[in-house]
């Protein structure tokens, strides 16, 4: 059952808000990459790569391991399943609403065709 209430999926959602930190995800799906290195990649300052990837951690969507002066990044375990499932759920939900709009509009068609042919 679809929750409406989950902070989980509120913060998923704010962190992919942002097209960067999604750019992340996707740098991040081709193999880890050190802060600096996506730094560089987004031609942004460290300061502001941390705070992109300090918000994708709170999400559970990247994991940082430091190893001397270097933190690397990578995708989190927890994938976006959850997230994919409401997404899905809301798909569904309006793809039979805009089917029961067809329909009524193809009810008016007819009912207009046969007021003129009378």
């Known amino acids: 059952m679809v929750q409406y209430l989950s902070p989980t999926l509120d913060l998923a959602f704010a962190a992919l808000s942002d097209a960067t930190r999604r750019g992340i995800i996707?740098?991040?799906?081709?193999g880890d990459a050190s802060i600096t290195s996506l730094?560089?990649?987004?031609?942004?300052t460290l300061t502001g790569m941390k705070k992109h990837v300090?918000?994708?951690e709170?999400?559970?969507l990247v994991v940082?391991?430091?190893?001397?002066?270097?933190?690397?990044c990578k995708l989190g375990k927890r994938g976006l399943?959850?997230?994919?499932?409401?997404?899905?759920?809301?798909?569904k939900l309006f793809e039979a609403r805009f089917e029961a709009?067809?329909?009524?509009?193809?009810?008016m068609k007819l009912e207009g065709s046969d007021d003129t042919s009378s």
């Open 39 to 44: 730094a560089d990649t987004f031609q942004m």
């Open 26 to 30: 996707d740098r991040l799906g081709r």
């Open 101 to 107: 709009l067809d329909e009524i509009i193809g009810e």
């Open 64 to 72: 940082t391991q430091k190893i001397g002066r270097v933190r690397t």
């Open 58 to 60: 709170r999400a559970g």
């Open 81 to 91: 399943q959850a997230e994919a499932e409401w997404i899905e759920a809301h798909r």
């Open 54 to 56: 300090q918000i994708l």
